[in-house]
């Protein structure tokens, strides 16, 4: 039996048809899938320093998946899923399977469903302006942003519920709820030799995690190409441990994302703002940013071309930290499971610390390559 199992697995896994995950068992009611891809990109930057070679080979967050679900009658389905992903760059000694998704959860036809553990929060769905591989999209904070908690509780986040309903008139609603990070106590952050990492300012830097967030989101979707988003995000970290007074730390994010297709045309933009409230010793600091996307892309037969425009604008609490970045590229896919996309960013950087101004930038272009299974 198993292996009249393998010789009808492993040409499935090789030729299945589908980009995302290929069947390999479905009868009575149950069903496996296996799922993944491989994600390698060439990448040039005009500002490494320190030795470092101008091309370097990345992994983007290759990754591989297993999905159970089981048919329990009257239109309700129970299901679990498992994704890990690695490094395929790093070497032997580095190499760590990271934990991506895990969870288990039930859906019934017609209502929504709802899943526990480790998922992806429905916060990442909200931004559509977003049509590159590597270097667009704001609505995920990125570099500058005031966001300090170590535990992405707008992305992927465990020890957490998600609920989504089925889509009525159009209309999609969703929302996760995470009980705490993947940490139970925040810290002074150390070095390895046990020496206190200093923020840039000269300030302690805190390992915190989060014992208190959720994210709402509603996702439109009209009968004539015109698609409208929003979310909402809150989190509460854990005090510092070895502190006092006790300081809070609250982080919040709200964006709205519309876009509209005309045949193979698409264009997108997103408005948010993240902001990180920290209140140590009594004193309260708000560091806030403004988050502007704007996306377009055309497809024509196997291939599309796509730029984007990303613009981070934080206040005065962030050392009035700005982030601009220009975004061209193009993709070719040969099969539903093979791609290949070349891209261009230009990145723009500025910031006022006490010491002085500072502006940086830099031009990166990457040739990648997506293989699915």
Avoid: C
Wanted: glycine letters at 12%.
């Amino acid at each position: 039996m198993k292996k009249k199992f393998l010789a009808i697995a492993i040409p499935l896994l090789v030729s299945g048809g589908a980009a995302n995950a290929v069947t390999l068992y479905n009868n009575d009611g149950t069903k496996f899938e296996v799922g993944g891809s491989l994600r390698l990109m060439a990448e040039y930057s005009d500002s490494r320093q320190g030795g470092d070679h101008d091309v370097k080979i990345k992994d983007q967050s290759s990754r591989f998946s297993f999905k159970i679900s089981h048919d329990l009658g009257n239109g309700l389905t129970g299901f679990g899923y498992l994704e890990y992903g690695n490094d395929t760059q790093a070497s032997e000694k580095d190499f760590d399977l990271k934990n991506r998704l895990g969870n288990v959860g039930m859906k019934m036809d017609g209502v929504g469903e709802i899943a526990i553990g480790r998922i992806l929060s429905p916060f990442d769905d909200v931004s559509m302006s977003d049509y590159s591989y590597e270097y667009g999209g704001v609505l995920d904070f990125g570099a500058g942003s005031p966001r300090q908690n170590n535990d992405n509780f707008i992305g992927r986040v465990s020890h957490s519920v998600r609920l989504q309903t089925a889509q009525f008139n159009g209309l999609t609603l969703a929302g996760s709820y995470t009980f705490q990070g993947d940490d139970t106590k925040s810290t002074i952050a150390k070095n390895p030799d046990g020496s206190t990492i200093l923020n840039s300012d000269g300030t302690n830097k805190y390992n915190r995690t989060i014992n208190n967030a959720y994210t709402l989101a509603g996702f439109y979707e009209t009968t004539f190409g015109l698609k409208i988003n929003a979310g909402y995000g809150y989190a509460e970290a854990n005090n510092v441990a070895d502190m006092a007074p006790v300081d809070s730390f609250k982080e919040r994010i709200w964006g709205v994302s519309t876009e509209y297709t005309i045949d193979n045309f698409s264009i997108a933009a997103d408005y948010g703002q993240a902001s990180a409230t920290d209140t140590m010793k009594g004193v309260r600091t708000t560091k806030r940013s403004n988050l502007y996307g704007l996306g377009t892309k055309y497809g024509f037969g196997k291939a599309k071309v796509y730029a984007g425009y990303y613009l981070k604008d934080g206040n005065k609490a962030t050392k009035e930290f700005r982030e601009q970045r220009t975004v061209l590229g193009t993709d070719y896919s040969f099969t539903s499971n093979y791609k290949v996309w070349l891209e261009y960013a230009n990145a723009r950087t500025r910031q006022h610390p006490e010491s002085g101004k500072t502006k940086e930038q830099e031009n990166k272009v990457a040739l990648g390559f997506r293989v699915f299974f």
